[in-house]
C-alpha cells in the first residue's frame, strides 16, 4: 500500500515516516521546503493551503494520514487556518483524487473545546472529517513525548537542575511517539473494527499520572530522583505564560492558551475509546520510554 502523508518533517510524522518504511510503505509526504532524498519517499512541495499540491500529494495512494497542524501558537487566531482550514482541504483532495481511508490525528484537548483555541480547533476539524462521507478514523493521543520531542524536553531539562513544575491537582495520560507511529499505520488498512471510531491510545497504564508522579518520574529518568514536582496554582502558570511571551515572542512554549487546558484536571484517555488489542499494543511503559527519552537527549547534547 502506499500513503500520503502530512506533517512528516514534525516530531510525530517523522515517526509515522520510519514506522512506514519498517512495514515498507511507499509515502508521499508534504514539505516546505527541499528534503533530501529517502528510500520509499516522494517529496511533494507545498503547503495546506495549495488545492493542487494537496491533490499531488493524494493522487495515487491508498490512504492519507493527516498529522499536520498548528499544537502551540501566541496568536490562537492562526489555530482556524491550520487546523480547521487545513483539515477541510485535505478532505475535499482526497474526495477529488478518490481516496477514501482517511486518518485523522486530532488531540485529547478536543474534548473539551471550550478551554483552549487549540481544542476547539481540533474539535472543529474532528466535526469535518466525521461530515465527510470518507472512511475516517480518528486518533486523539494524549501527551506525546520522545526522542526530538521540543515541548516536553523542558520538563526534562528543568529536572536536571532540580524542579519540574507541574500543573495542579490532576492526572494525565502519556503515549511514546513510536507507539503513536505504530498505531497511525496499523489503522491504514480499512475494517470494520477502525471505520467510523475516534480512539485514545495511552502507554502501558490506563489510569495515568498525577501531575507531581509524572515530574517525578521525569526527574528519575534523567537521573535526578531528588528533584522536586511542585504544583503551580493557576496564576502562577497565567503570569508565566505572559513572562514566556514578553521574553521568547513567537517562540514562547507556554501560552495563555496552553495554560487553558492544563489547568484541566483530567486528560486521563477513555478506556471505552481504546484501539482494538488485536491491532495495537503500547510497546513502551511510562518509566522506559521516559528514561529511553532522557538518554536520547543526553546523546544528543541536548541535556
Not at 534523567?222 to 502562577?236: D, E, R
Request: glycine share 8%; with cysteine.
Amino acid at each position: 500500500m502506499s500513503i500520503a502523508v502530512t506533517g512528516a518533517t514534525g516530531f510525530v510524522g517523522g515517526a509515522v515516516m520510519d514506522a512506514a518504511r519498517q512495514k515498507r510503505l511507499d509515502a508521499r509526504a508534504l514539505t516546505r521546503s527541499p528534503k533530501a532524498e529517502r528510500a520509499g519517499v516522494m517529496w511533494i512541495k507545498g503547503t495546506l493551503d495549495q488545492e493542487s499540491t494537496l491533490r499531488d500529494l493524494i493522487r495515487g495512494t491508498d490512504a492519507v494520514i493527516h498529522i499536520a497542524g498548528l499544537t502551540n501558537t501566541p496568536n490562537p487566531v492562526r489555530f482556524e487556518a491550520a487546523n480547521v482550514t487545513g483539515t477541510a482541504n485535505m478532505i475535499a483532495a482526497a474526495k477529488a483524487e478518490g481516496v477514501q481511508r482517511f486518518v485523522f490525528v486530532s488531540s485529547l484537548s478536543a474534548r473539551e473545546p471550550d478551554l483552549s483555541a487549540y481544542g476547539g480547533s481540533k474539535a472543529r476539524a474532528e466535526e469535518l472529517v466525521k461530515a465527510s462521507e470518507l472512511d475516517w478514523t480518528i486518533v486523539r493521543p494524549p501527551a506525546v513525548y520522545g526522542p526530538r520531542d521540543t515541548d516536553m524536553f523542558e520538563l526534562f531539562r528543568t529536572a536536571k537542575y532540580g524542579i519540574v513544575p507541574v500543573p495542579p491537582e490532576g492526572r494525565t495520560s502519556i503515549i511514546h511517539v513510536e507507539d503513536l507511529a505504530r498505531l497511525l499505520i496499523a489503522l491504514v488498512p480499512s475494517s470494520h473494527k477502525v471505520t467510523g471510531k475516534i480512539f485514545e491510545p495511552w502507554d502501558d497504564n490506563a489510569f495515568g499520572y498525577e501531575h507531581s508522579e509524572l515530574g517525578k518520574m521525569i526527574a528519575e529518568a534523567v537521573g535526578n530522583p531528588n528533584a522536586i514536582a511542585p504544583k503551580l496554582p493557576a496564576g502562577v502558570l497565567q503570569f508565566a505564560a505572559k513572562a514566556d511571551q514578553a521574553i521568547r515572542g513567537p517562540k514562547a512554549k507556554l501560552t495563555p492558551d496552553r495554560v487553558g487546558y492544563m489547568l484541566h484536571p483530567d486528560w486521563v484517555c477513555d478506556m471505552k475509546k481504546a484501539p482494538p488489542i488485536s491491532l495495537w499494543q503500547a510497546v513502551w511503559s511510562g518509566e522506559d520510554g521516559l528514561k529511553m527519552t532522557a538518554e536520547w537527549y543526553k546523546a544528543q547534547g541536548w541535556l
